[in-house]
């Protein structure tokens, strides 16, 4: 058991400590699954109960977006679902922070609720489930007529209202020394470095890792484990969707801590409970591969790299699953396409020749190319992710080409 009375010194807590690094805070991780929650929730605890009030009780609920029963009752309903070793994780956190479990349940699963599409009946279903009966409110967007009512959000395990806009995976010949390089770039407008939380992981089982989330938050869309696994993932909205589930950031985060391969980590998203629709790519650094799946509730699609590169935006392009997404808009109109056209255009610009660091400048010519470029020039903001998997090490990529990128090798932390 933890001494509850435990002092922090010099922001440690036993084998744990949160540290800032060239703008980054990085939280180090260590023990069952309750005691790095606790300690997790004892670190941070100012900001998981910022992001608490912020975004859950100011933001969805005091402005009218979501019911506070109805986000409950959704948040208790995932909850079952999520394997327990995870919400023992969060029950640490809760203690940790000094908040309710319902709090850090609510702050892991809302993002699934209020940031997809859903259909109309499984809405009504939850409704109804409620006891006493009322009439919730679901933001302006809600119209019993339509599929369903979307709000925007984001995933739990990024930034809220910040969802990834494009993935990308190169090795082999497509690199300047054939080890794999895993990146993803962030949509407009970019997150601020000091939101974004880097969390190195040594747990009593399984892998040690290091993923990138937010104070308060157990699960992650993009992150590299010990066995030189890597994952990305970005949202991909589909008609074949469920409320009844487990997050997508969490069933990554199994893959993170479980998977020391690629069939591994395919058989974790394919057994998985899942929610909603989404495009993942998973590397091997060790041989080194990646394939792309794609899924939504019912259905999967796996793709291996053809040219030693794999891209995805925010649509599918396995052909029955993009049957799933018609109803919802034209993909031929989407702006998705448009992104996958550009991110296409840069790999080819760059085959044969990318490091870690060109693909970094990849990166941040997108990002500044766009309009968010002008926002982000004024504060320290991350335009997106690199992973050089061989090297055990995960940078952020930021705005200015003048400032050092965060940068932490795993190898060096566990």
Do not use: C
Request: proline share 7%; charged share 25%; hydrophobic share 40%.
């Amino acid at each position: 058991m933890i001494d509850r009375d435990v002092a922090i010194a010099r922001n440690r807590v036993g084998d744990a400590w949160v540290e800032q690094r060239d703008g980054l805070r990085i939280l180090h991780l260590r023990g069952t699954p309750y005691e790095m929650g606790y300690q997790h929730g004892v670190l941070l605890r100012e900001e998981v109960r910022a992001r608490i009030r912020d975004y859950v009780w100011d933001g969805l609920i005091g402005e009218g977006r979501v019911s506070h029963l109805l986000l409950l009752r959704h948040a208790r309903e995932v909850g079952s679902r999520i394997p327990s070793e995870y919400r023992e994780e969060m029950a640490g956190l809760a203690d940790g922070a000094m908040v309710s479990y319902s709090e850090v349940l609510l702050l892991n699963t809302y993002g699934d609720l209020i940031a997809q599409p859903w259909p109309d009946n499984q809405v009504q279903d939850l409704i109804l489930s409620l006891s006493p009966p009322f009439v919730p409110h679901l933001g302006p967007g809600y119209d019993p007529e339509r599929i369903s009512p979307v709000a925007q959000g984001g995933s739990s395990g990024v930034v809220p209202g910040r969802p990834p806009r494009g993935i990308f995976a190169l090795f082999g010949s497509a690199t300047r020394d054939r080890t794999l390089l895993h990146g993803l770039d962030f949509a407009s407008p970019p997150p601020p470095l000091e939101e974004l939380l880097l969390v190195v992981y040594r747990p009593e089982a399984g892998n040690g890792f290091v993923g990138l989330g937010l104070p308060g938050t157990v699960g992650f869309q993009i992150g590299l484990n010990e066995e030189q696994i890597s994952v990305t993932a970005l949202p991909s909205p589909s008609q074949d969707a469920s409320l009844e589930g487990t997050p997508l950031s969490l069933v990554l985060r199994e893959v993170l801590q479980y998977a020391g391969d690629i069939p591994t980590a395919v058989r974790i998203l394919a057994s998985a409970d899942r929610t909603t629709g989404h495009n993942v790519l998973v590397g091997d650094g060790k041989r080194p591969l990646a394939e792309a799946v794609e899924f939504s509730t019912h259905l999967y699609a796996v793709f291996e790299a053809e040219n030693d590169f794999l891209v995805r935006s925010n649509h599918y392009l396995d052909a029955t699953l993009a049957e799933t997404q018609r109803s919802l808009s034209d993909p031929e109109e989407d702006s998705s396409w448009e992104h996958l056209e550009v991110l296409l255009k840069a790999v080819d610009s760059g085959y044969g020749r990318f490091d870690a660091s060109r693909l970094e400048r990849l990166i941040r010519d997108i990002g500044v190319a766009g309009e968010e470029g002008q926002a982000a020039e004024e504060e320290r903001v991350v335009l997106g992710v690199v992973l050089a998997v061989g090297d055990l090490e995960i940078r952020l990529v930021t705005a200015s080409a003048g400032d050092p990128p965060p940068v932490l090798k795993l190898d060096e932390e566990l």
